[in-house]
């Protein structure tokens, strides 16, 4: 590709908090190298479209603190097609961008890893998505403000969970991982976390309630990953209506206030370190990986590595929370 003298940025997929810190360092580092760049908007939908104008410094003034994305995302069907990526790197070349920066979670980052080995074309990757789930990298963007959102959520809702003595079950995100509900029940003082990791493993129900649950409490909280697997916070709170009447259950599904709010500072720093350590990837002429941290290390993970590996839950952290919550 010779010099990189253009570069776009998207963000893709689920918005996470953090994203415009993000955009924020990418846009001003590549700045500060003398490399020009273009916001993409709407994700690859905008690629295809060709939604894409000039960023200066000016453009990210004022958006660290801003929650979602100043870039906007959507899901773009035509981008899996051979035909939509076509059209995609059709754009690319007419507005001169040598190489792209993509924030996004596990299917932003395969989207790219297929168009940068279709058209040999260089990406940076950031991982961007609240679960946390994506492998090589100790922590992803938007993943600490979410945890923070569901403590506060769950501190108020035990709050009326021990006047009524009932059982609740807090749906949380976490389709295919459940980082949030493990991390998210131990920083909350729950009773149980039921992830999809260990689903096939046990009946994480059952095993919950023969484990003498309540022995001891007036009220029990318990987080549920929204995955399949586990069967959601509804299907588990129907299980215990018909195999444990004695129980009064209710649901709270949090949703989408997971996904909002300002950054924290952790995600916001990382954010930051990321996004200027894309730029210095291209630089040293590195592509189609995934920038991420482990040990407070920057590392560069190829894309092959972050999408097809499942990251592991710590087992460590599922025996604290059986130990803490008799």
Known sequence: MGTIKCIGILTSGGDAPGMNAAIRAVT?????????????????????????????????????????????????????????????????????????????????????????????????GLPGTIDNDLYGTDLTIGYDTALNTIMDAVDKIRDTASSHERLFFIEVMGRDAGFLALNGAIATGCEAAIIPEISTEIDQLKELVENGFRKSKNSSIVLVAESPTTGGAMQLAERVKNEYPQYDVRVTILGHIQRGGSPSATDRILASRLGAAAIDALLEGQRNVMVGIRNDEIVYVPFSKAVKHDKPINRELLDTLRRLSI
């Not at 580092?29 to 000039?54: C, D, M, Q, T, W």
């Not at 200066?56 to 994305?69: A, D, H, Y």
């Not at 792209?100 to 395969?110: K, P, Q």
């Open 28 to 124: 001003r580092s590549a700045i500060f190298n003398n490399i020009e760049v273009k916001g993409i908007y709407h994700g690859y939908r905008g690629l295809i479209s060709g939604e894409i104008k000039p960023f200066k410094t000016e453009n990210v003034s004022n958006i660290i603190q801003q929650g979602g994305t100043i870039l906007k995302t959507a899901r773009c069907k035509e981008f899996q097609t051979p035909e939509g990526r076509q059209l995609a790197y059709d754009t690319l070349r007419h507005e001169g961008i040598d190489a792209l920066v993509v924030i996004g979670g596990d299917g932003s980052l395969t989207g790219a890893r297929i168009f940068a080995q279709e058209f040999d074309y260089p990406i940076i």
